[in-house]
């Protein structure tokens, strides 16, 4: 079967780096994708991998390890509009995402 | 640019009626998708399609239907709405059927069956 895992909620302080944890079991794989999204609002693209590493854009970096099923989003430098909830989601072999619950981050200043 | 649209925003429904969640984009995307978001859950895809003219069913289809004519609109149709039914409704399209992973999301449409 397919699942994947993030934490609910987690609390930081601006300025500060938090890591978000995502945790997926699948029967193909064809990458691994982070979207925010700010309460009220759509769901928007932060980064994908498909390839074991990190990769870095800005304050954002996102990690995968494709044997270990495991993936995180590192923000740095966190801001008050880093409040929000990040969306892990997997890509299956047939091409669609399976998605998370989702991990509400409440920054505190 | 709008990017891609959706209608309306917020409807109350009576359980049993019929109802169509509009959704149209101006971006030329070959791919678009229904996603229903439930708290404590994630995204759950309805309907997808892949190009105009075809169609196909995601996770929770029962009690949902799609069409998709043109490249441009992907409505959603509810035929008897039911209390389960109430949840936030996303559109979303992609350039292609789902290969790069990117989609682009409409604001939601909060539909509350009552």
């Known amino acids: 079967g397919q699942n994947i895992d993030q934490p609910t909620e987690m609390t930081a302080t601006e300025g500060a780096i938090v890591q978000i944890n995502c945790t997926y079991q699948?029967?193909?794989?064809?990458?691994l994708f982070w979207y925010q999204q700010h309460a009220g609002e759509a769901p928007t693209f932060l980064s994908y991998?498909?390839l074991d590493g990190l990769e870095e854009k800005g304050r954002f970096s996102s990690f995968l390890s494709r044997s270990k099923g495991y993936s995180y989003l590192l923000l740095k430098e966190l801001q008050m509009k880093d409040s929000a909830s990040y969306l892990c989601?997997?890509?299956?072999?047939?091409?669609?995402?399976?998605w998370g619950a989702g991990t509400k981050l409440i920054i505190k200043p | 640019i709008a990017g891609i649209t959706q209608a309306p925003t917020s409807q109350i429904l009576a359980a049993g009626r019929r109802m169509t969640l509009r959704c149209t984009q101006d971006?030329?995307?070959?791919?678009m998708y229904w996603y229903r978001q439930d708290l404590g859950l994630g995204l759950r895809l309805i309907h997808y399609?892949?190009?105009?003219?075809?169609?196909g069913k995601g996770e929770v289809p029962d009690g949902y239907s799609v069409s998709r004519a043109n490249t441009d609109d992907f409505p959603l149709t509810l035929a008897s709405a039911v209390p389960s039914q109430t949840s936030v409704y996303f559109c979303?399209?992609?350039?292609?059927?789902?290969?790069?992973?990117?989609?682009?999301f409409g604001e939601g449409s909060r539909l509350t069956v009552l």
């Open positions: 979303a399209s992609s350039p292609s059927g789902g290969s790069t992973g990117e989609l682009f």
């Open positions: 971006m030329r995307h070959n791919a």
């Open positions: 399609s892949n190009t105009a003219g075809t169609t």
């Open positions: 699948t029967s193909g794989f064809n990458g």
């Open positions: 991998n498909v």
């Open positions: 989601a997997h890509m299956d072999s047939n091409y669609q995402l399976i």
